[in-house]
């Protein structure tokens, strides 16, 4: 049975290159009128063309960078994170930097 709420949002995925975003694009890709992934300048390329085959429309972020998620948030209804530093090898990322602070929602009243 097709589920009309969610054809009708635009879903961020913030982790979307790892294991458990691209598999929530995936899933969401029929089900929601547009699914974007959030995806970093250091993401692999075939990670972020395996995510446009599956029609999900790519935006450069950083968790660690509050104004380019403030971007990232513009013209979502929804916001799912996968994203984690537990198995991330990019300079800079711990628990601290990544899994802590919370998203800045604050910034996007609407959509939180």
Same mark, same amino acid.
């Given at each position: 049975?097709?589920?009309?709420?969610?054809?009708?949002?635009?879903? #961020?995925?913030?982790?979307?290159?790892?294991? #458990?975003?691209? @598999?929530?694009?995936?899933? #969401?890709?029929?089900?929601?009128?547009?699914?974007?992934?959030?995806?970093?300048?250091?993401?692999?390329? @075939?990670?972020?063309?395996?995510?446009?085959?599956?029609?999900?429309?790519?935006?450069?972020?950083?968790?660690?960078?509050?104004?380019? #998620?403030?971007?990232?948030?513009?013209?979502?209804?929804?916001?799912?994170?996968?994203?984690?530093?537990?198995?991330?090898?990019? @300079?800079?990322?711990?628990?601290?930097?990544?899994?802590?602070?919370?998203?800045?929602?604050?910034?996007?009243?609407?959509?939180?």
């Amino acid at each position: 049975m097709e589920n009309n709420i969610t054809k009708n949002l635009t879903v #961020l995925v913030v982790g979307a290159t790892g294991v #458990l975003g691209v @598999e929530v694009c995936r899933q #969401l890709a029929p089900a929601a009128k547009k699914v974007k992934g959030l995806v970093r300048t250091s993401s692999q390329k @075939e990670k972020v063309d395996g995510l446009h085959e599956l029609g999900v429309e790519t935006v450069t972020g950083d968790m660690k960078d509050p104004q380019s #998620l403030y971007q990232a948030f513009q013209n979502v209804d929804a916001i799912i994170s996968t994203a984690t530093s537990t198995i991330s090898h990019q @300079e800079g990322d711990s628990i601290e930097t990544v899994d802590a602070p919370p998203l800045p929602c604050h910034r996007v009243p609407a959509k939180c």
